[in-house]
């Protein structure tokens, strides 16, 4: 249930491996993409590198239990969470939403439920809504109507020029979009700004939404012409 592509649409955290290899069978059936790790350590590891669209996590686990992998994912992403546990007292519940779970399902796991509260949560959290006004792209979003852009959940301060090239690129993933034009649709034709300005403000934003800014994943350069967005 490996997929190296960098992101997955379901992190299933589960030390019990028939019950994983049960659980991926009806997410995947489903058409969910599915990423397997047996304790919160893997887990983690494996956030450090990839991203996933939701966690389906079990509290019983070796090692650092869910209320502490919860605990610790809260601390860098919003990303949705699911707790699983065969303990369906009120504590545990409530101790897992006060770590940031969105959502609880007992054990055994039915199926239907789960696949019903997970579509909910993606729905929630992915959908375009309100006319599109929320722009999901990988570790990136962009509320266009409170003018917010988040990075791994977390939010970046960008200028006005920056925001206005961010969401220019961000709304033709995949496009490349020529320097004149992307000058002309953020500084305006008659502008008095240099050139080199667009430049300046590429680098600026890389430094804020891209692991690597040397290494650009997402505001990739297409020589001679300018630049392209891509999805990551």
């Not at 997402?218 to 891509?230: A, L, S």
Request: with cysteine.
């Amino acid at each position: 249930m490996a997929f190296g592509n960098g992101m997955v649409d379901i992190l299933l955290v589960e030390d019990n491996r028939e019950l994983a290899e049960l659980l991926g069978t009806f997410l995947k059936r489903d058409g969910y993409a599915v990423e397997h790790k047996e304790s919160g350590e893997q887990a983690l590891a494996f956030l450090k590198e990839n991203r996933a669209k939701l966690i389906l996590l079990d509290i019983m686990l070796p090692g650092m239990d869910g209320f502490g992998f919860c605990a610790d994912v809260r601390k860098t992403s919003n990303t949705p969470i699911i707790m699983m546990s065969a303990r369906v007292d009120k504590e545990d519940q409530m101790n897992g939403f006060a770590l940031g779970a969105d959502d609880y399902v007992e054990k055994p796991v039915d199926a239907d439920i789960l696949l019903a509260k997970i579509g909910a949560l993606m729905r929630r959290n992915y959908d375009l809504r309100q006319g599109n006004t929320l722009i999901h792209s990988g570790a990136v979003s962009i509320d266009k109507d409170a003018k917010q852009v988040f990075f791994h959940g977390q939010e970046v301060s960008l200028t006005v020029k920056e925001y206005e090239l961010l969401l220019l690129l961000a709304e033709n993933p995949g496009r490349t979009l020529s320097k004149e034009y992307l000058f002309n649709q953020i500084w305006g034709i008659d502008s008095f700004s240099e050139s080199q300005t667009l430049t300046v403000h590429i680098k600026m934003l890389r430094d804020k939404i891209e692991e690597e800014p040397g290494r650009p994943r997402r505001i990739k350069t297409v020589w001679g012409v300018g630049y392209r967005y891509e999805e990551n």
